[in-house]
């Protein structure tokens, strides 16, 4: 629900570019294929990245098949890069965070990785759960011209907290979320709920994490109101003096949020 492996090689490269400042233009891409994958699913895959790509703006400019004997892959990988460019007004980097600083999120939480934990663990909330896979480009782009803006990255791999663990690295301070402000939908939460996982460590495929100076918060947040990827956007958190990254519960108490030692599910971008 929500996209297949094509639309995500597609987004997930769009979306690694544009974070960066630069607006995806290029894309290269590479097949591989297990022997007997049936061409219903190769067309498939194919046309949604064209649909995404086309919808996006970027061209797939150059690629490569190859063929492997059954059992050496499962069904077919895809390999993409990209290339845009940066405006040159744009500096955006995790470096300059300094304290007080504050977080954004552009939606909810965890989407992508509930909605294929729902399928791989067969729970049932099929029509409830969908991935929020999305090129972010026309988002970003209304962030481009507001002063205070920092830094962005889309939270993927790793989920948010893999995010707020890379910003805190980059810029030496700490970082503290508020669990009362993330917003999370009720079929995620379930999920976490029932199997004791959580919604910061999913993967998302169309969802950003900003950080803004504290006085260009309220007009960032109305930008990303503006937009239908960001309607549900919210104020997360706050970069602190104090090292490492903690997680204010919803009585007040504080408690280190650190990285999990192993991933919930199985990558797949």
């Known amino acids: 629900p929500g996209g297949n492996i094509g639309k995500l090689a597609i987004c997930g490269t769009a979306n690694d570019v544009a974070v960066s400042g630069a607006i995806p233009r290029y894309l290269s891409c590479g097949f591989i294929l297990e022997e007997g994958l049936p061409m219903e699913t190769l067309k498939a895959v194919v046309t949604s990245m064209a649909e995404t790509a086309r919808a996006a703006g970027i061209a797939i400019v150059t690629g490569d098949t190859k063929v492997v004997q059954r059992g050496a892959v499962d069904k077919l990988f895809i390999n993409t890069a990209g290339m845009g460019a940066i405006p040159a007004n744009i500096h955006w980097g995790a470096q300059t965070l300094t304290a007080g600083d504050v977080l954004l999120v552009s939606g909810t939480l965890g989407d992508h990785g509930a909605t294929i934990l729902n399928l791989r663990e067969q729970l049932g909330l099929d029509g409830e759960l969908v991935s929020d896979c999305a090129v972010l480009t026309p988002l970003i782009q209304t962030l481009r011209d507001i002063p205070g803006v920092k830094a962005l990255r889309d939270a993927t791999r790793g989920g948010v907290n893999a995010v707020v663990h890379e910003f805190a690295a980059a810029c030496g301070c700490g970082i503290e979320l508020s669990e009362a402000a993330l917003p999370v ?32 918060a309220e007009q960032v947040l109305a930008a990303l109101h503006s937009h239908p990827l960001g309607k549900d956007a919210a104020l997360i958190g706050e970069v602190v003096e104090r090292k490492g990254v903690r997680l204010a519960g919803l009585y007040g108490v504080k408690r280190t949020l650190d990285l999990p030692h192993a991933e919930p599910l199985p990558r797949i971008c």
């Not at 009720?186 to 504290?214: M, S, Y």
Request: glycine letters at 10%; one cysteine or more.
């Open 185 to 216: 939908k009720p079929a995620v939460r379930g999920v976490c709920e029932l199997l004791g996982l959580d919604a910061l460590n999913f993967a998302n495929e169309g969802k950003l994490v900003i950080a803004v100076e504290r006085n260009a």
